[in-house]
């Protein structure tokens, strides 16, 4: 089977990857690597735009989330997996990108607008930090990606991207570079186990796919529920209940789920065993990915090694887009 589509797509390497990167867009990747050609990118430049004055911290979690890649089940022989630094001709289309888009225009980007009012950055964000949206349209458009399965988050930086290159191929008569669409999942967005809307590790509020079982248990047995929910005889609410909603996302019994729920809103059902019932479902999806890491996490060389060949490979592909972008700016001196 020839493999038509090209996905581009990846993370900050800021922390280890959670239940909510599974969601948004782990479980796509890991099923979409059968049938595209997927390219998926350890963002480190990106990361650095916050995280400048750590760079050790960077390079440490650039193994780890290569490591939860390989371990849910990132196949390099269908995926290729590389790190965005180390790939120059990124950063190059991100400049002649900058020509394209005004200051005002990324300063309106929903996703980095809420991030700077988060970080507090004010008047004083760093130029690195607000254009990072062009440099995440370079990195999809030098691989030629068309589409990008991400987190709903995500939508704002597709459509920035999608601007840039249609002004690009408009403004040097070109059409090098593709436009992308974001494969965004009906349910995107994982709540945190403090009930918040997002789970993010900078909240605290994550369960990391690295988490030991033990781990698990204790952040399940903290979940948020129905604050109303008191006695066990006590109706309760299964709305904004956050182990039902993880029930729904990760018991494939969806039966019993539903008999539970009934019984829940009756009354009669206290929280906690409905956490172990959760528990267990968690750590049996868990365990696995845990397995595989271990075995992966004797040999941290080998594992770097995939993602340096990935590397090379990208680059191969890169430096081809490159010149079609030189050829069309006139610029292939
Ligand atoms: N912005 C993404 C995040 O914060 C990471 C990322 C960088 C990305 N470049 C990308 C995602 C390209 C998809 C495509 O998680």
Do not use: C, W
């Amino acid at each position: 089977m020839t493999k038509k589509q090209i996905i581009l797509t990846g993370d900050r390497p800021t922390g280890p990857l959670h239940l909510g990167h599974y969601v948004g867009s782990l479980a796509n990747r890991v099923k979409l690597q059968n049938d595209y050609q997927q390219f998926v990118m350890l963002a480190d430049v990106q990361a650095l735009t916050d995280n400048y004055e750590h760079p050790e911290k960077v390079r440490a979690n650039v193994l780890e989330v290569a490591l939860d890649y390989l371990a849910v089940g990132v196949d390099p022989n269908k995926s290729t997996i590389f790190i965005q630094s180390m790939i120059p001709e990124i950063a190059e289309l991100t400049i002649f990108f900058l020509n394209f888009v005004s200051v005002a225009r990324l300063r309106r980007n929903p996703t980095v607008k809420n991030e700077i009012v988060q970080k507090g950055y004010g008047d004083q964000v760093s130029a690195g930090f607000l254009m990072y949206p062009v440099s995440q349209a370079a990195d999809i458009t030098i691989v030629k990606g068309t589409l990008v399965p991400v987190g709903e988050d995500q939508a704002p930086m597709i459509e920035q991207t999608n601007e840039l290159v249609r002004a690009f191929n408009r403004t040097y008569k070109t059409d090098v570079l593709k436009e992308a669409k974001a494969l965004i999942p009906k349910i995107s967005r994982l709540p945190g186990i403090d009930g918040k809307a997002k789970m993010s590790k900078s909240l605290g509020n994550a369960i990391s796919l690295s988490d030991s079982a033990d781990v698990v248990a204790k952040k399940v047995m903290k979940m948020f529920t129905d604050p109303d929910h008191i006695r066990v005889e006590d109706p309760g609410k299964i709305e904004g209940n956050t182990v039902f909603s993880y029930l729904d996302i990760f018991d494939e019994n969806k039966d019993e789920v539903a008999e539970l729920k009934a019984h829940y809103e009756r009354g009669g059902l206290g929280d906690v065993k409905v956490k172990r019932r959760l528990i267990d479902v968690l750590n049996a999806f868990l365990d696995p990915i845990r397995e595989r890491r271990e075995q992966l996490i004797k040999d941290p060389k080998a594992v770097m090694d995939i993602v340096l060949k990935g590397t090379q490979k990208t680059r191969e592909v890169s430096a081809q887009t490159m010149d079609e972008v030189r050829k069309a700016m006139h610029l292939n001196y």
